[in-house]
């Protein structure tokens, strides 16, 4: 595997998953897909979770069929997760309904109220896709999406938190560090919640990823 393919294509499936967050959005990221995404970036994509539905986005932008400003619903991303292709509109029951609603409503964005979510009956069915899950559900109250769009940032927050402190204790690869520098917007993003801590983590995530360059 080339290191600089790699560091490409884990780049722009950051962009893919962060566009909601990119001043410009489809606009901003577009061109980069169809500038930078060459043969090998696509056979690289295509072995990646997810990776399949930005080769579709890619296709649909060169032939023409999507505007460069815009993007076939089917596969947008939602919350920096993508909706996974075999995963239909998600239907709860209303005790379902009710656990959620309790849990959304009452949820406090640290490390106890996640632990709290998490042990939810209607989260630990859907066992690792759990966040797909939920969000295609939400679909049908949509006046609950702000509440979960918190807990779905505390969640990215602590995971980033434990992933980032794993690979500084443990720095084993080159694609470890490609894979840093593709996510970077992402610490960025989510690191600085965890104040003096996190902004100290994050420079070391720099230090780590600088010797690609």
Same mark, same amino acid.
């Given at each position: 595997?080339? =290191?600089?393919?790699? +560091?490409?294509?884990?780049?722009?499936?950051?962009?893919?998953?962060?566009?909601?967050?990119?001043?410009?959005? *489809?606009?901003?990221?577009?061109? /980069? &897909?169809?500038?930078?995404?060459?043969?090998?970036?696509?056979?690289?994509?295509?072995?990646? @979770?997810?990776?399949?539905?930005?080769?579709?986005? /890619?296709?649909?932008?060169? !032939?023409?069929?999507?505007?460069?400003?815009?993007? #076939?619903?089917?596969?947008? %991303?939602?919350?920096?997760?993508? /909706?996974?292709? #075999?995963?239909?509109?998600?239907?709860? +029951?209303?005790?379902? *309904?009710?656990?959620?609603?309790?849990?959304?409503? !009452? &949820?406090?964005?640290?490390?106890?109220?996640?632990?709290? &979510?998490?042990?939810? #009956?209607?989260?630990?069915? &859907?066992?690792?896709?759990?966040?797909?899950?939920?969000?295609?559900?939400?679909?049908?109250? @949509?006046?609950?999406?702000?509440? *979960?769009?918190?807990?779905?940032?505390?969640?990215?927050?602590?995971?980033? *938190?434990?992933?980032?402190?794993?690979? /500084?204790?443990?720095?084993?690869?080159?694609? !470890?560090?490609?894979?840093?520098?593709?996510?970077? %917007?992402?610490?960025? +993003?989510?690191? %600085?919640? $965890?104040? #003096? =801590?996190? +902004?100290?983590?994050?420079?070391?995530?720099?230090? $780590?990823?600088? !010797?690609?360059?």
């Amino acid at each position: 595997m080339n =290191a600089k393919t790699s +560091t490409i294509a884990l780049k722009l499936l950051n962009l893919y998953r962060q566009e909601h967050v990119i001043v410009g959005g *489809w606009t901003t990221v577009n061109p /980069i &897909f169809v500038n930078e995404a060459t043969d090998d970036v696509i056979k690289e994509l295509r072995d990646m @979770p997810t990776g399949k539905l930005l080769v579709r986005h /890619i296709e649909n932008l060169r !032939s023409g069929k999507t505007p460069m400003d815009s993007i #076939d619903p089917e596969l947008l %991303p939602y919350g920096g997760m993508m /909706i996974a292709e #075999d995963i239909a509109t998600i239907k709860l +029951t209303a005790n379902q *309904w009710q656990e959620l609603e309790d849990a959304l409503n !009452s &949820f406090t964005p640290d490390q106890m109220g996640l632990e709290r &979510f998490m042990k939810l #009956d209607v989260v630990r069915e &859907f066992g690792e896709e759990w966040q797909n899950a939920i969000r295609s559900a939400l679909n049908a109250r @949509p006046q609950l999406l702000d509440r *979960w769009n918190i807990v779905n940032q505390t969640y990215n927050a602590y995971r980033l *938190w434990d992933t980032a402190n794993e690979i /500084i204790a443990n720095p084993i690869s080159e694609r !470890s560090r490609a894979q840093v520098q593709a996510d970077m %917007p992402e610490y960025e +993003t989510y690191l %600085p919640m $965890f104040g #003096d =801590a996190g +902004t100290e983590l994050l420079t070391k995530l720099r230090t $780590f990823v600088s !010797s690609l360059n």
